[in-house]
């Protein structure tokens, strides 16, 4: 059944919502990336765990997770009580309170690169933190980037991320930086490299490494495909970096205490200068953090750098925090080994309900992470630029016929379990799939 804009009935109050929200809410969203819902934006009443309840009473079992924070499922008891507790001493205080300390110390004995730490908000804010530390602490104004990784939507990191397609094989690198907004500020400062290429990251290194403070990377390319790191790329990256004079940046805003308990860092025994957290460090409330060795933090222990923020740390957000951290500490490491099992159990089952309905699937997993393509599953997908044989419109396509049986996957076929997915989610998940399938194979 269909509502009067072509919406299926189910979704009329979420329909109703967002053409209310759009006479005053540009675009009727709060972030751009939300509006890629398909058929419409679903409007959440709350979220109870793995699930997530729409304002139409429809119920859905949720991979998408808040993009990424919800690590611990939507409403942990364990963060509620942290939360609910500091909040009525106090929202911000202009001043210092305990709680930043504890935070601060947590992230030091887990995360490797860590021995000192300062804190934002959002990911962007910390990714830009790390980046003037880096141009700070160098003397050097520019930046190494990859194609197709995602650093926040500030300037000017903005540019050759997901989305955009990729660079024409023969163009030389440093590629091209290509805005994906307009207004973006100049962008002379960004040289992109292609991700998994020792060799060419080496000789922009060599051409172009007195001018380059630092080089920032998803350790696991997760928004661009979720891309593992070649065998031996992140240490090359680290010798060549190294050697450059130039920083190391991981940005671990989605791996972070998500692919292992310390990060990407852990889990590939490469440890950068400086490190970015955000999304799961805080279990859903907002704080972000960069982390890095004494030497690479100095420049703001000392004062000389201006790091700045209102809402740096909050109490409420501390006290999140400070739960979550030790409920990954102390549930690790079977915590991220149940994470892993339910996320390769999800990538089998897709790959064979593919396969059964005649649909081209390749899937990456890395711990709690998945990525479906449309795309023949024997391409070799190293690199961004391999991503482009994929089929888009498909996976979106499958993301609304999901929705229609109660999962919610990006339309860009990302995935984040959560350690509130049970068995009988997954089982639930594959039921699903096969269904979504079939159907995306009879219609396109
Ligand atoms: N870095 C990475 C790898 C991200 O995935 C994101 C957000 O998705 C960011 C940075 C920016 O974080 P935020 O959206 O909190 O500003």
Redesign the pocket.
Known sequence: METGTGIDARYAASAEQIERAKRSLAGGVA?AMRATQRPVPLVIDHGEGSHLFDIDGNSYIDYVIG??PMLLGHSPEAIIEAVSEQIRRGFTYGAQHRLEAEVAERIVEIVPCAELVCFS???????QAALRIARATTGRPKVVKFEG??????DPMLASTPGIPPAAAEQPSPLEPVPATPGQGDLSGVLVARWNDPEELSRILEEHGDEVAAVIM?PIA??GGLIPPAPGYLEAARELTRAAGTMLIF?????GFRVALGGAQERYSVTPDLA?Y??AIAAGM?L?AVAGTREAMEIVADGRLAHLGTFNCTPPAAAAAVAALDIYRERSPGLYEDLEKVAATLAVGLAEAADEAGVPLKTHQVGPLLQMFILDPQTEVTSYADTAGADPDRLALFSELMLARGVIVLPRGWWFISTAHSAADVEATLEAARGALTELAEKT
């Open positions: 972030t993009f990424g908000t959002t990911g962007s804010e910390a990714v990784h995602y650093h926040g939507w500030l998803e997760s928004n940005d671990e805003v989605v791996t970015i955000g999304k907002p972000s």
